[in-house]
């Protein structure tokens, strides 16, 4: 069977490369064939059961703060401006970087469970090198839509407090989790922003605050193994259970598009 979703990549020194940077939904692009069933959503929805019974609890026992059930959301129209600021500057990354808020800020809407700093992700504008265009740096996720954009938008130092308090301490704690680093930042081409956005023109993304599950196990189970694509399992997954990533859903899709960091 031809495969429809298949990622221009190939294999270097054991490290996949990827045409301009973009990684593609990284849920739907695991198996050199279209499978029968729904895979990408039973794989997306054991990351959001993994982070209930696994992650979430100890952050809070720990007392990490976050946003109600792990769950935020970013609008489409925000997000659609944003995607026209990218292309005007010629930025190529839209990055989130996991940092430490304090949950009673005006510029946001979030339902934590305990009045204090909770974590929380900054989208950047970056380059094809993954630095910051111009300080180009938005509190977008779970926005308050009385704000405009440009009211949203925050500098480098202001970044870079908020992302120190997360390195001190959240950060401490998910790799005590993890037993070794944990996810940093999570950066999104700009052609798979644009491929989300044609596709999928709803009012809001909800993003999953997750933890990735034993993906290898899932296809196994299903006895997918035959048409995996190994070069992006292992480039993506492998070795990655218990990492905290994101999953943007709508009503129908689950898109899992970003590059990790670590």
Do not use: W
């Amino acid at each position: 069977m031809e495969n429809l979703n298949a990622t221009m990549s190939q294999v270097i020194n054991n490290e996949i490369t990827y045409e301009d940077g973009r990684i593609g939904n990284k849920l739907e692009n695991l198996f050199n064939a279209i499978p029968l069933i729904n895979i990408h959503k039973i794989i997306a929805e054991s990351f959001f059961d993994n982070a209930r019974i696994g992650v979430f609890p100890f952050m809070a026992s720990q007392n990490i703060n976050f946003n109600n059930g792990g769950l935020y959301e970013v609008s489409y129209s925000y997000l659609n401006e944003i995607c026209e600021i990218m292309e005007a500057i010629k930025a190529t990354f839209l990055t989130f970087t996991f940092v430490e808020i304090d949950s009673n800020d005006q510029r946001l809407r979030v339902s934590p469970y305990s009045q204090k700093e909770m974590i929380y992700m900054v989208a950047s504008l970056q380059n094809k090198n993954e630095r910051t265009i111009d300080e180009n740096n938005y509190l977008l996720v779970n926005a308050n839509p009385n704000f405009p954009l440009e009211t949203l938008k925050i500098s480098d130092e202001e970044l870079e407090v908020f992302r120190s308090k997360f390195q001190s301490n959240g950060h401490i704690v998910l790799n005590k989790y993890f037993k070794k680093e944990n996810t940093r930042t999570i950066s999104y081409h700009i052609k798979d922003l644009r491929t989300t956005l044609a596709k999928d023109t709803c009012e809001k993304y909800i993003i999953h605050l997750c933890q990735i599950s034993n993906v290898m196990k899932i296809i196994s189970d299903h006895n997918l193994r035959d048409i995996l694509n190994e070069d992006q399992y292992r480039e993506h997954f492998q070795g990655r259970e218990k990492q905290i990533t994101l999953v943007f859903t709508t009503d129908t899709e689950y898109y899992d598009m970003g590059g990790l960091r670590p």
